[in-house]
């Protein structure tokens, strides 16, 4: 198995989830402006041309409990991942950019607790790729879903279903915009996978999903016995990206 994934690591993206969780106005102040000024140039520099960072779409501000940001950073290899903070440790520029947020204080922290989830890019769609959309980023819905599986053969079942089943095709053709699907190699939520798609507006995201249900290539898919039950749990986030975003 070991020797498998090293056989096709070079041949697809690896990605970085990284989810910020906040307390207040001010550590999310804070942040985007680490990201903004420090880190997203520092990544640039670095070589990752393209760097998305998205917030959650509330639509009811009185039941927020926490402050998200959700940063992707695309890489070529696993490697990338492992090797990023040595670059970033080595940038000059970074260090002064960033100071507010790297050199914070213990009683003055710019975040809660921060999350990493990372992923293998599917077979079926190897490199992420940028939406095509013509809408003000604030007024553009990302839906980034996770879908987890009761057992692994569970999970690798629904991956083949992307793959072999064409369900990516299924989404290509319905021009859903999928930035990436990636397989959750290291998560909190594991045996999981995950997958953007991103839409012009809320009405735009339901229409397209109103043509995916009634799609007889899906009615057939959905119906195959070797793919019964292998989602256990779809947690669907809404997001829109920040306008400092490259996706």
Excluded at 42 to 70: C, M, N, W
Excluded at 128 to 148: A, I
Excluded at 208 to 224: G, N, V
Aim: glycine fraction near 4%; charged fraction near 25%.
């Amino acid at each position: 198995m070991f020797n498998a994934f090293v056989a096709h690591a070079d041949k697809v993206d690896f990605y970085q989830i990284k989810i910020y969780h906040l307390k207040n106005d001010a550590q999310e102040k804070t942040v985007d402006e680490y990201l903004q000024h420090a880190y997203l140039p520092a990544l640039h520099r670095s070589g990752v041309a393209k760097v998305g960072v998205f917030k959650p779409i509330v639509s009811d501000q009185t039941a927020v409990t926490e402050k998200l940001i959700y940063v992707f950073i695309p890489l070529k290899s696993f490697n990338g991942i492992l090797e990023l903070d040595k670059k970033l440790a080595k940038d000059q520029q970074y260090g002064i950019d960033g100071k507010t947020y790297l050199d914070a204080v213990y009683n003055d922290v710019p975040y809660e607790r921060l999350e990493s989830v990372v992923l293998k890019a599917f077979e079926g769609a190897p490199v992420f790729m940028l939406p095509k959309l013509k809408s003000p980023m604030k007024d553009r819905v990302y839906e980034l879903r996770s879908y987890e599986s009761p057992t692994e053969k569970y999970y690798h079942n629904k991956v083949q279903m992307f793959n072999k089943g064409d369900e990516i095709g299924l989404f290509k053709r319905l021009n859903f915009n999928a930035v990436f699907y990636g397989e959750v190699i290291s998560g909190s939520r594991m045996p999981n996978l995950m997958y953007l798609t991103t839409f012009e507006n809320k009405a735009d995201r339901d229409e397209h999903w109103k043509a995916f249900s009634a799609d007889d290539y899906w009615k057939k898919l959905s119906a195959m016995p070797e793919y019964q039950h292998n989602v256990s749990k779809n947690d669907t986030k809404f997001i829109y990206p920040t306008d400092y975003s490259d996706i």
